[in-house]
């Protein structure tokens, strides 16, 4: 489980491998608190912890990518020096600041629109039709790993107000119109379109 709270812009070192992709991560973590096995989030998908080492002052890891996590995110749009939003999975007892995450990417968005009011960014996203039905105003989303309050939906996009904060810790403050972004909707309303489909139809 995740937040949705970025805590590290890591850069893709390497990248390796066809079928199977291998991704080598260096991030400000120190190596030593990452345990193989451990699971973190990248753009919102999450991934597991192959191989780690100390150097310097960066921790690098890898990480391996499934055909079919390449083909459903973006992470195989990724080429050597991207930089990649990162979030390490939450602890029983730390701050929930976002919303609950599963780092299980819903579908793949389209970036329509990108412009400026004041110092906030403001995207309209284009996300895959059967998505649509669980996007609501001020409803929460996930966006590249990022967890974030829609503003406004119309019937096929919605749009997204970002702090400069937001935009200077994380990669959306690079999000250009055109780019693909990965998105995850909210559990709360994934579970209550399924109950409501139930209660349409109980036999």
């Given at each position: ?105 819903d579908g ?33 989303i996930t ?48 579970y209550a ?11």
């Amino acid at each position: 489980m995740f937040t949705g709270i970025v805590t590290d812009m890591g850069r893709v070192r390497k990248i390796s491998g066809e079928d199977v992709r291998r991704f080598e991560i260096e991030c400000s973590y120190d190596a030593s608190t990452i345990d193989l096995g451990a699971s973190i989030a990248h753009a919102g998908a999450c991934l597991t912890v192959v191989e780690r080492h100390q150097q310097g002052a960066s921790g690098i890891f890898s990480v391996e990518v499934s055909p079919e996590t390449l083909r459903l995110t973006t992470l195989g749009d990724l080429t050597v020096g991207d930089a990649v939003n990162l979030e390490r999975a939450l602890k029983i007892g730390e701050e929930l600041g976002g919303h609950i995450v599963t780092g299980h990417v819903d579908g793949v968005g389209t970036c329509a629109a990108r412009r400026t009011e004041g110092d906030w960014l403001i995207f309209t996203i284009k996300p895959p039709s059967q998505l649509n039905q669980f996007i609501a105003k001020k409803g929460s989303i996930t966006v590249d790993g990022v967890s974030l309050t829609v503003n406004e939906v119309s019937n096929d996009s919605f749009d997204l107000m970002i702090i400069p904060h937001t935009a200077q810790q994380t990669t959306l403050g690079k999000l250009q119109a055109g780019e693909r972004v990965n998105l995850e909707i909210d559990l709360m309303a994934r579970y209550a379109a399924r109950l409501s489909q139930f209660s349409e139809n109980p036999g």
